[in-house]
């Protein structure tokens, strides 16, 4: 099965295997002695890339769940924009309707990428894709940014996190040591399948399975709203991860010995 990496890595998993020493007896006779060690065994993690019909299959998923958000009455991102702009209140009629465009252009960028990465035929042409992807997000955030609550619960961000779902159902893959190749994580031969899994997964205490869909989840986020496509970026965004999170742990623990430095002395 030939395919295209996304972005791949190691995690390790312990297991027990048998190792053999030999030694001579007081006679001079060799002999073998078997002992049980547990060692770290590397399993590669990979994020495959989707095929042109994944690609499709995936946008039907937003599709449908889109609609199933707004027949219960979830406002789209633009229908919320749009109703500002009729009524007033918090945001500008110019803003809304400046808002609503940079949606439909960016809705539009991202699909043609999308496509061009699928495809292969022109590298360039996703390039430049991919940074006017960059520019309409960087506008559309500037503006969100101060009605972030307003956009949180919408049909769009609940098919976008649907959206992100099914890449990571459908292409996540794993390789332990045995393995002769890679292996689909999520088992079932469709979407519902593959979510059933997925479910039973979460009320599992496999520490491995966290592992895997935390750093996974964040990859398939990254490469679809950033369009990261090289090893070196997403080694990159791990990178500032880990130094965010020593930093968060840092001054987590400075404050805890001030708040019982404090209690101490009262």
Not at 75 to 92: C, E, I, P, R
Not at 122 to 131: F, G, I, L, M, Y
Request: glycine share 2%; aromatic share 10%; net charge negative.
């Amino acid at each position: 099965m030939e395919f295209k990496e996304i972005y791949s890595f190691n995690i390790y998993e312990k297991k027990e295997k048998t190792v053999e020493t030999e030694s001579q007896d007081e006679n001079g006779n060799t002999v073998t002695v078997k002992k049980k060690v547990t060692e770290d065994s590397p399993v590669k993690v990979i994020l495959r890339k989707p095929s042109r019909r994944q690609i499709e299959e995936a946008e039907l998923e937003y599709s449908v769940e889109m609609s199933r958000c707004v027949k219960k009455g979830i406002l789209t991102k633009a229908m919320l924009v749009k109703k500002y702009s009729d009524t007033g209140g918090l945001m500008s009629e110019t803003e809304a309707k400046n808002l609503y465009t940079l949606y439909q252009e960016l809705f539009d960028a991202q699909k043609e990428y999308t496509e061009a990465e699928a495809l292969n035929k022109d590298s360039d042409k996703a390039k430049e894709v991919s940074a006017k992807i960059v520019r309409l997000r960087d506008q559309i955030v500037k503006i969100e940014m101060a009605y972030q609550s307003l956009f949180d619960h919408t049909a769009d961000m609940k098919a976008q996190n649907r959206l992100l779902l099914w890449y990571v159902l459908n292409l996540t893959m794993t390789q332990g040591e045995s393995d002769t190749k890679p292996q689909y994580y999520f088992k079932g031969e469709d979407f519902d399948e593959k979510l059933e899994d997925y479910y039973a997964k979460e009320e599992s205490e496999d520490s491995q399975y966290f592992e895997i869909v935390r750093k996974i989840s964040s990859v398939a986020a990254y490469w679809f709203y950033n369009q990261a496509s090289t090893k070196e970026e997403f080694d990159k965004v791990f990178q500032d991860k880990l130094q965010e999170t020593e930093v968060k742990e840092d001054q987590e623990e400075k404050s805890e010995k001030k708040s019982t430095k404090k209690s101490k002395k009262s």
